[in-house]
């Protein structure tokens, strides 16, 4: 008789083994990844607002997240290595990198507030009371990219994670904006946007695009990938929000499976499914059914230190760290802006004005 090709399987290859019978906080659905990060790995995330989560988890654990741009916390500074906010979709993401090196020239430079402040609408909210000035404007938007080719060519490691497929993007030019004109500012050029979902093939395109063009900047830089757990706050497809949320992260998924195996050096991370998966029963959320608890960050941190990262410390080469854990000074600074940063940066959110 043949054999059953399943007879032999590990025991994470059966749901009743794996999930069924386990613990909740027992289940571990990570695996062994291709590769490790060291505490003098310079880490880098970008991604929609759960990449926060991360961030500040790494730092707390005295890993070297990377800050290219620094200033005042309350003024967005050190939530990402660079003060780009987030960074919700792969086209975003490749654009950012695209406009820090000028292979895209965005025509629609400035919006306005209702106050008759200016904002970046590729940072709409980075700034908290809006630039004065086109001037200033521009002379920090300058910085910011000089900041962020920085991040590219430094980083040891690039955690990327995907929040979301809707956009909204230029009728002109295609750059793609985290806000729609009108939600939080104007555009002073009266420039048309439309709404656009990236299909499954756009979204692989601009990923393996973004990380060709990171490693001619950055050859020997490793990339996460994974997808944040946050439903969307609302959708503009004309169907119900449920729907358009477990398209959008189903969509995601399969983006970031394509991607890790078509690019070597390329890992996906399961956020997503260690948060939402069946054997949570919704434990890991807040009431709202989308914020995501500290017990369940922390079990994602858990699995992500398990198995991604290691306390040794490797001599490293090259350029030299722009930030990390090396004194108690800094330790405490760090401390202090976890304690700050209770609240997460979430452009998205003011997508609902009645929540």
């Known amino acids: 008789m043949a054999t059953n090709p399943y007879s032999a399987l590990a025991d994470s290859a059966y749901w009743s083994r794996a999930v069924a019978r386990v613990l909740p906080i027992d289940v571990d659905p990570v695996g062994t990844p291709p590769f490790s990060i060291s505490k003098s790995d310079r880490i880098a995330t970008v991604g929609s607002c759960f990449a926060q989560h991360i961030s500040k988890a790494l730092m707390a654990d005295g890993y070297a997240f990377l800050i290219t741009e620094k200033g005042e916390f309350e003024r967005n500074y050190e939530v990402y290595p660079a003060r780009f906010g987030n960074i919700y979709s792969t086209r975003q993401l490749l654009q950012l990198f695209s406009r820090a090196y000028g292979l895209f020239l965005p025509q629609d430079e400035t919006w306005v507030r209702p106050d008759g402040a200016l904002v970046d609408p590729f940072r709409p909210q980075i700034e908290p009371v809006g630039f004065p000035s086109i001037d200033a404007l521009v002379a920090d938007r300058r910085d910011h990219l000089a900041a962020v080719r920085r991040m590219f060519e430094l980083c040891d490691v690039l955690i990327f994670t995907l929040g979301l497929t809707e956009v909204w993007r230029s009728v002109v030019d295609g750059a793609v904006v985290p806000l729609a004109p009108g939600v939080v500012a104007e555009s002073t050029t009266a420039a048309e946007y439309e709404f656009a979902n990236l299909e499954v093939s756009d979204m692989v395109g601009d990923l393996c695009t973004t990380i060709d063009k990171l490693r001619t ?3 020997s830089a490793r990339v996460v990938l994974t997808v944040s757990p946050v439903p969307l706050v609302a959708t503009y497809e004309n169907r119900h929000v449920l729907l358009s949320t477990i398209y959008s992260k189903s969509a995601l998924r399969v983006v970031a499976e394509m991607v890790c195996r078509r690019v070597q050096g390329v890992s996906y991370f399961p956020s997503y499914e260690i948060i939402t998966g069946h054997h949570n029963r919704y434990a890991y959320f807040e009431p ?21 990262l ?16 090396d004194t108690t000074a800094q330790e405490m600074a760090i401390e202090q ?19």
Do not use: W
């Open 288 to 308: 709202d059914l989308r914020s995501v608890s500290s017990e369940g960050v922390a079990q994602v941190m858990r699995l992500f230190k398990r198995h991604y």
């Open 337 to 355: 802006r976890l304690r700050q940063a209770k609240d997460i940066l979430c452009d998205e959110e003011e997508l609902d004005p009645r929540n």
């Open 310 to 325: 290691r306390d040794d410390v490797q001599t490293q080469t090259g350029l030299p760290k722009e930030h990390g854990p």
């Open 217 to 219: 900047v950055n050859t």
